[in-house]
């Protein structure tokens, strides 16, 4: 199955990065993966949401430590098909200034797979939230796709603030 990515700018100058990849699940499992504090720390190198998925609920991404990485809000939640959060970095000052990004969760089912779509949307050219998610949403995303095939993580690794 394969995977594409890509980051661009629009005419109005915002910064989006968009991965699709097709994982051999069902969406209620992949829902399950993305939202479950269990599994997401397996995949998500040792990090963990809080949150409780219904719209207009605040949002966590945080460490092993419990130090928050980034936060925000839900937007829209209609589980299994489409999560939507307000997300903010919170621990590096010049990605924090940058403000609030979008990121839309978008999964489809596809003959005998799930269609799963990340956009991560910033409303400001050259945003280097942007260029760093790029980076690490195809690490996230192998590791769960793997998961979820095989039932084993593609890279075991804990990240930490430091």
Same mark, same amino acid.
């Given at each position: 199955m394969s995977?594409?990515k890509?980051t661009?700018?629009?005419?109005?100058?915002d910064?989006?990065?968009?991965?699709v990849?097709?994982i051999?699940t069902?969406?209620?499992?992949?829902?399950?993966?993305?939202?479950?504090?269990e599994?997401?720390e397996?995949?998500?190198?040792?990090?963990?949401h809080?949150c409780?998925?219904q719209t207009g609920?605040?949002?966590?991404?945080?460490?092993?430590?419990g130090?928050?990485? +980034? /936060?925000?809000?839900?937007?829209?939640s209609? @589980?299994p098909?489409r999560? *939507?959060?307000r997300w903010?970095?919170?621990?590096? &000052?010049?990605?924090?200034?940058e403000? +609030? /990004?979008l990121?839309?969760i978008d999964?489809? @089912?596809?003959?005998?797979? *799930?269609?799963?779509?990340?956009?991560?949307?910033? &409303?400001?050219?050259g945003s280097?939230f942007i260029?760093k998610?790029?980076g690490?949403?195809?690490r996230?995303?192998?590791?769960?796709?793997?998961?979820?095939?095989?039932?084993e993580?593609l890279?075991p690794?804990?990240?930490t603030a430091?």
């Amino acid at each position: 199955m394969s995977s594409d990515k890509h980051t661009q700018g629009s005419a109005a100058g915002d910064s989006t990065f968009v991965y699709v990849t097709f994982i051999r699940t069902t969406p209620e499992a992949l829902w399950t993966a993305l939202t479950s504090r269990e599994f997401t720390e397996r995949y998500w190198f040792g990090m963990h949401h809080e949150c409780d998925w219904q719209t207009g609920s605040p949002w966590s991404l945080r460490f092993a430590d419990g130090r928050i990485a +980034d /936060s925000g809000a839900v937007v829209e939640s209609d @589980p299994p098909r489409r999560l *939507v959060l307000r997300w903010r970095n919170m621990f590096l &000052a010049e990605l924090h200034a940058e403000g +609030d /990004s979008l990121c839309t969760i978008d999964i489809e @089912p596809v003959e005998h797979a *799930v269609k799963l779509t990340i956009t991560h949307h910033m &409303a400001r050219p050259g945003s280097i939230f942007i260029e760093k998610v790029s980076g690490g949403w195809p690490r996230i995303l192998s590791n769960l796709k793997t998961l979820l095939e095989t039932g084993e993580v593609l890279m075991p690794l804990v990240v930490t603030a430091d």
